[in-house]
């Protein structure tokens, strides 16, 4: 079955370093890739989706790769703050929907 | 803004009650999906619909019903509720299509005791 592989572990950056989060899958390559952020108590919010043509995204302090040979996505934010903590989502399409990641906490210390 | 919402924010059932957890979004998506989240598990899928009347099963439809009887409303339905159903419940909309961006309600944390 498909799957969607996440450092369950949370990452601790501290303010103004690069995080970089990992997502792995199985099996085939999926066509998309997508990124979500989500704060605790909330429903996960849309931040970035990647296709398998593409080898990288970016948006603002945020870049997204997609290697299709190592079967990973990395997110990365660069310049790092504080109210970037959060959880992140990783989730691959498969058959019209979308198989997610447990999701990865980010901690930036001030 | 899309703007999806959860009839409650939270929810405290009794086992065996049947529970009615409705989701509503305002920009005439076409795909509507539940999910349920539990730490260390992500999300996973219980129905979904991409369309008025239609629903197809997802990775865990046991113990779960459907309806969307208008394009803008799903509604989930624990027909009757159990303590391994306590969890918090997602609802989100997309537009057609299978790999369109999700938008997401803010969630039911459901307890059944």
């Known amino acids: 079955s498909q799957k969607i592989e996440q450092n369950s572990e949370a990452l601790n950056i501290q303010e103004g370093k690069t995080a970089t989060l990992t997502c792995n899958y199985t099996n085939y390559s999926p066509a998309y890739l997508q990124w979500y952020r989500q704060d605790p108590g909330r429903g996960p919010v849309f931040l970035l989706l990647?296709?398998?043509n593409e080898k990288e995204k970016r948006k603002e302090r945020l870049k997204v790769t997609f290697d299709t040979t190592l079967k990973q996505s990395l997110f990365h934010i660069t310049a790092s703050q504080p109210a970037d903590s959060a959880t992140y989502l990783c989730a691959k399409d498969s058959n019209y929907q979308l198989i997610w990641g447990a999701g990865t906490k980010l901690i930036i210390k001030p | 803004d899309v703007k999806v919402t959860q009839s409650s924010r939270y929810l405290v059932k009794r086992t065996g009650e049947k529970v009615f957890l409705e989701c509503v979004q305002d920009?005439?998506?076409?795909?509507m999906f539940w999910y349920r989240q539990d730490p260390g598990l992500g999300l996973r899928l219980i129905y979904f619909s991409y369309d008025v009347k239609m629903k197809e099963k997802g990775d865990i439809p046991e113990g779960y019903s459907v309806s969307r009887e208008k394009k803008e409303r799903f509604s989930l339905i624990l027909e009757s509720a159990s303590t391994n159903q306590t969890s918090m419940y997602l609802c989100?909309?997309?537009?057609?299509?299978?790999?369109?961006?999700?938008?997401f309600g803010p969630g039911t944390r459901l307890t059944v005791l």
């Open positions: 989100a909309s997309s537009i057609a299509g299978g790999y369109n961006e999700q938008f």
């Open positions: 920009m005439d998506h076409e795909n």
């Open positions: 990647i296709r398998e």
